[in-house]
C-alpha cells in the first residue's frame, strides 16, 4: 500500500519500503513505503494548499463529509475489521467494534457541527467584541499501533471538523487500516490534501512532523518516553501539543462488590486487545474479605479464554501485536519468577506449538503476592498480565492505586456510593469509571493528569482545542 499525500499514492523518496506481518503467523501481508522528510515536506504542502478552501466551508457542510465517511465505514466494516485483525491480531470481535467506534466518533463530531460557534461580549458604553474560533492550519497526528482505527478517529475527526487539515502518521505496525480509512474519506467527498498520510520510522517521519515549522499543532498518542521527546522538540516551534500517554490503571474491588461482575470487568478490562489498551486495568486490588473467592473465579476465567488468531472465529484473545512485545511481557514475568517477587495463579509463559509457534501469543497470565518494587507494578505492562493484589482497607488500596508515576484511568467495584465518592475523589486519573473499566464513548473527555499526558481528547471541548480564539473589538 501507498501514502496518501494530496489525495495521490506516493512512494518515498528512497523507494525504501517496510514490511507489514499479521502477528498471528509471522507473514508479511502487505508493505508500505519507509517515508523520508521529503514526504513529509510534500504532505504539509499539500495540506497547505488545501486549507483555505476547506477552512472556508461552514462546520456543518465539514461535519456531512464526516457523515457520509462514517456511512461508507458501516457499509464495509467487514473489510475494514479484517484488514484491522490482520495487521493488528485483535479478534475479529473486537475489531469490529473498533470499526464501529471509528464511525462512532465521526458522527458524533458532525452531530456536534452546529455548536462550533463564538461569542458576542458586550462593552457597554466601549462598544462590543466578538471572540470567533478560527482553525489553527495544518494539525499533525501521531498514532501507536494498539487501536489504529480508533485514535485516528480522535483526532482526525475533530481537528478536520474545527477547518483544519491534517498530516497524520500512524504506527509502522498497523499502518494499512488508517491507509484505507484515509481513501474512504477522501470517497466521501474530502478534498485531496486535507487529510495526508505519511508512513515510516517515528524517529524519522514522526519527528519530522513534530519539527515541522508549517504545523500548528500535534497531536501525538504513544509512550510516555516519546511522548516527552515530542513535547521538547515542539516547544522549540511554538507548538500546541496534546499528549496521550501510557497508563497503569488500576482496578479496585470493594467488599460488596457483585463478584462476578467484578470478575467480567477484570476479564475484558485486562485481556481485551491482549492487554494492549492504554486503559487496561494493569493492577487490581481487592478487599482481603473477598479476595480468595475473586481469584478463584477469575482463575476459572482465564483459563476458560480461547486464545488463537484473531481471523477464526470463536477466538477471545489474538497474539501481542509484535514479537518485541511479546518477549518484553515473557521478561517481566521471567524476572518475577527468578527474584521471587510474586506467585504465578494461572499462565506465565509464551504459548508455544501449533497453532501458535509463528505468531507472537502469551498466554492469559494472573499473578499474586506481587511485592511492591516489582517492575509488574512499577511499569506499564502492556500485554496480557494481570497482577491481582489483596487489600485490608480502602485506604491502603488508594495508596496503592496513587503509586505510580501515571493517571489515566482507574474503576472502583462497589455498591457504597461513600466508597464510589471517596476512590473518585482521591486516586489520580483522568476518568474514573464506578462497576465499569474502559468505556470510553466520544462525548466524554478522555486524557491524563501525571505523567500519562496533557490534554484531552473527546467530547465537544477536543474540538476547541483545534482552533484558537480570535476577537474583534468595536467602538461605537
Ligand atoms: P510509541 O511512542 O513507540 O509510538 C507511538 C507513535 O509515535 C508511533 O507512530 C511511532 O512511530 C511514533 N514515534 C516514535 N518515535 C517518535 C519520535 N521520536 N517522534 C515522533 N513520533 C515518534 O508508542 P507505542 O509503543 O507504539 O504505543 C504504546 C503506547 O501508547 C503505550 O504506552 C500506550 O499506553 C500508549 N497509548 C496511549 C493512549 C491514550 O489515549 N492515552 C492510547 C493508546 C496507546
Known amino acids: 500500500m501507498h501514502m496518501r499525500i494530496g489525495g495521490k499514492d506516493t512512494g518515498s523518496a528512497d523507494d525504501r519500503w517496510m514490511g507489514v506481518i499479521n502477528p498471528a503467523t509471522g507473514e508479511e501481508i502487505d508493505r508500505v513505503p519507509e517515508g523520508t522528510l521529503y514526504e513529509v515536506d510534500d504532505a504539509v504542502r499539500a495540506a497547505e494548499e488545501a486549507f483555505p478552501a476547506w477552512a472556508a466551508r461552514t462546520a456543518r457542510e465539514r461535519g456531512l463529509v464526516l457523515l457520509r465517511a462514517a456511512s461508507l465505514v458501516r457499509e ?17 470481535r473486537e475489531s469490529t467494534d473498533e470499526i464501529r467506534g471509528f464511525a462512532n466518533v465521526l458522527e458524533y463530531y458532525a452531530e456536534i457541527s452546529g455548536t462550533l460557534r463564538g ?18 492550519g495544518v494539525c499533525g497526528a501521531i498514532i ?24 497524520f502518521k500512524p504506527a509502522s505496525r498497523t499502518p494499512l487500516t488508517s491507509g484505507s480509512l484515509t481513501r474512504i474519506m477522501e470517497e466521501a467527498g474530502l478534498p485531496p490534501g486535507a487529510l495526508n498520510i505519511v508512513t515510516g520510522r517515528g524517529e524519522v517521519v514522526g519527528e519530522a512532523i513534530v519539527r515541522h515549522p508549517g504545523i500548528s499543532k500535534v497531536s501525538f498518542t504513544g509512550d510516555v518516553e516519546t511522548g516527552a521527546r515530542v513535547r521538547e522538540l515542539a516547544s522549540g516551534s511554538f507548538k500546541e501539543v ?19 461482575s467484578a470478575v467480567a470487568g477484570a476479564l475484558r478490562g485486562r485481556f481485551y486487545n491482549a492487554g494492549q489498551t492504554c486503559t487496561a486495568v494493569k493492577r487490581l486490588f ?42 518484553t511481557i515473557a521478561a517481566l514475568v521471567e524476572d518475577l519468577k527468578l527474584k521471587g517477587q510474586g506467585r504465578v495463579v494461572t499462565g506465565g509463559e509464551p504459548l508455544r506449538g501449533l497453532p501458535f509457534d ?19 507494578l512499577q511499569r506499564e505492562v502492556f500485554g496480557p498480565v494481570l ?55 466520544p462525548e466524554v473527555p478522555f486524557g491524563g493528569v501525571k505523567s500519562s499526558g496533557i490534554g ?5 471541548r477536543a474540538l476547541y482545542s483545534y482552533t484558537r480564539e480570535k476577537t474583534l473589538s468595536i467602538s461605537h
Open 76 to 92: 464495509r466494516h467487514h473489510d475494514f475489521a479484517r484488514l484491522l485483525t490482520s495487521e493488528q491480531g485483535k479478534p475479529l
Open 387 to 441: 497482577p491481582v493484589m489483596c487489600v485490608p482497607d480502602l485506604n491502603t488500596a488508594i495508596m496503592h492505586a496513587n503509586e505510580t508515576r501515571y493517571g489515566l484511568g482507574a474503576s472502583v467495584w462497589t455498591r457504597d456510593i461513600e466508597v464510589a465518592r471517596e476512590v473518585f475523589s482521591r486516586v489520580q486519573a483522568g476518568i474514573v469509571w464506578v462497576n465499569r473499566h474502559l468505556t470510553l464513548p
Open 144 to 167: 501507536p499501533w494498539n487501536m489504529p482505527a480508533l485514535l485516528m478517529a480522535w483526532k482526525v475527526a475533530p481537528a478536520l471538523l474545527a477547518g483544519n487539515t491534517v498530516v
Open 358 to 376: 509463528r505468531g507472537f501469543f502469551y498466554a492469559p497470565t494472573l499473578v499474586t503476592d506481587v511485592h511492591p518494587g516489582s517492575p509488574l
Open 119 to 136: 461569542e458576542f461580549i458586550s462593552l457597554g458604553q466601549a462598544g462590543s467584541a466578538i471572540v470567533t474560533h478560527e482553525p489553527l
Open 242 to 260: 496534546t499528549l496521550e500517554l501510557g497508563g497503569s490503571d488500576p482496578m479496585i474491588v470493594w467488599k460488596d462488590a457483585d463478584i462476578d
Open 456 to 460: 484531552r481528547e473527546n467530547g465537544s
Open 286 to 327: 481487592v478487599h482481603q474479605a473477598i479476595g480468595a473467592e475473586f481469584l478463584k473465579r477469575l482463575k476459572a476465567r482465564v483459563e476458560g479464554l480461547r486464545i488463537g488468531n484473531g481471523l477464526d472465529p470463536g477466538v477471545d484473545m489474538g497474539p501481542l501485536c509484535g514479537e518485541t512485545q511479546r518477549d
